[in-house]
């Protein structure tokens, strides 16, 4: 397990590239979770802390692919039927108990063992059985139906790597070889708050002036997604005692703090203040829109992120910045979402030097291709433009002004929720 470095977000001020703002952060932040063994069937949406190395083939002898026949290919005459006797059934999990003879053909059964010598299946709906005889029509090609030993998994191995998501395949692929217990990762333990004298906990009331608190909610969502275990520390009053006396509780039982809003460069604020007689804050100048200043920093030994205020900006910024620094500290080494291209549904102007993200649905275009549809509202505060999008057109830095039917990278919402 590695410990962050006193200081590790110390940072510059220039205005960064965000490729450069990842790099810097991938090398700078490591695990920080410990691991443990958990039953097999727990282990799912887990990221697991070993390499699972196969003991055995899979599958572990060559099989039949169908309910059929299995038979000799050098018995079958080229031009014509051919008739053979059926002296064997073979059904799965119950191999034939004595060697194959040529000109015989065993009945077989889907996933039943081939013996050695029988290289061929025919599917039964292409026999026609005349009393103890099988019908064989011409045609064939050697070796159909038939599953060879190890072609999906070879003995010695490596199928699940350190550091992967184990979605329900990785789990059945573990379970093929044997595994009924893995070692996984620890849950990052982060502690999510909000701070501000407008901002109200939907539980209670809202009075004029005052708002509900929706980004603590979104945050914690986003995080527990991604297998962390959350803290709801609350709306914390305007007050630096109290600020930093729950900062330092939290950093105690944390692996993580975060928060939105309230941490700007150059504003008096008391969680500023807070995090920094605990600690360490710095504030990354990230060439994006939407979004501001990231705040990162460390109280004690245990990192803080503060996000932008604006629930959009807050949402594309923990997706794109935190999202990747959440799976780091995780021990995951995926932590790079996949883009797709597709073509864009309508005019966009842009200047280049900064990374943009474009809320958009997806239509199907008159050839049934993919076509994005850019979502009409733009501003950083309207929520419910997220919710009514299927994820994010990202534009590079040096993307400049296009028409239509320009290809772009999209981004789906689901690619940033694991």
């Known amino acids: 397990m590695t410990q962050l470095k006193d200081d590790c977000f110390a940072y510059g001020d220039e205005l960064t590239p965000l490729d450069r703002a990842l790099d810097l952060l991938a090398d700078r932040v490591g695990r920080v979770v410990g691991t443990e063994t958990v039953p097999l069937a727990e282990a ?160 209670g009331d809202a009075p004029p002036g005052c708002v509900f608190d929706a980004n603590r909610f979104t945050i914690m969502g986003l995080l527990k997604a991604l297998g962390c275990r959350v803290t709801d520390l609350g709306i914390l009053p305007d007050d630096l005692d109290a600020i930093r006396g729950a900062l330092a509780g939290a950093a105690a039982g944390h692996h993580l703090l975060i928060t939105s809003g309230g941490v700007s460069l150059g504003e008096e604020d008391h969680v500023k203040a807070a995090v920094q007689a605990l600690g360490s804050l710095h504030f990354w100048r990230v060439a994006i829109k939407p979004g501001r200043p990231i705040a990162l920093g460390q109280v004690g030994e245990t990192a803080f992120v503060g996000l932008p205020g604006n629930p959009v900006a807050a949402m594309v910024t923990f997706m794109r910045i935190a999202r990747p620094m959440v799976l780091m500290l995780s021990g995951r080494r995926d932590v790079e979402p996949r883009f797709f291209r597709v073509a864009a549904g309508f005019d966009f102007r842009k200047k280049k030097g900064r990374r943009e993200w474009l809320r958009a649905r997806l239509e199907r275009g008159p050839a049934g291709e993919l076509v994005a549809q850019q979502h009409p509202a733009t501003g950083s505060g309207v929520l419910t433009s997220m919710v009514e999008s299927d994820g994010l057109i990202e534009l590079g830095e040096d993307t400049g002004p296009f028409e239509a039917g320009t290809a772009v990278d999209f981004l789906p919402f689901n690619e940033v929720s694991q």
């Open 44 to 203: 799912l949406f887990r990221t697991i802390a070993e390499d699972v190395v196969a003991p055995r083939d899979v599958p572990p002898h060559d099989n039949s692919a169908v309910d059929g026949y299995a038979v000799f290919f050098d018995d079958l005459d080229a031009d014509d039927e051919t008739r053979l006797p059926v002296t064997a059934r073979i059904a799965a999990g119950h191999p034939l108990d004595r060697p194959a003879r040529r000109g015989e053909a065993l009945r077989i059964f889907t996933g039943a063992p081939l013996p050695q010598g029988p290289d061929t299946v025919f599917m039964q709906e292409d026999c026609e059985v005349d009393g103890d005889t099988v019908v064989l029509k011409p045609g064939i090609k050697r070796g159909a139906n038939r599953r060879f030993r190890a072609e999906d998994v070879r003995e010695g191995a490596v199928i699940v790597a350190d550091g992967t998501f184990l979605r329900p395949q990785e789990i059945g692929v573990a379970a093929s070889v044997g595994r009924h217990s893995l070692c996984v990762y620890e849950p990052l333990r982060v502690a999510v708050f909000s701070t501000g004298d407008e901002i109200r906990d939907p539980s």
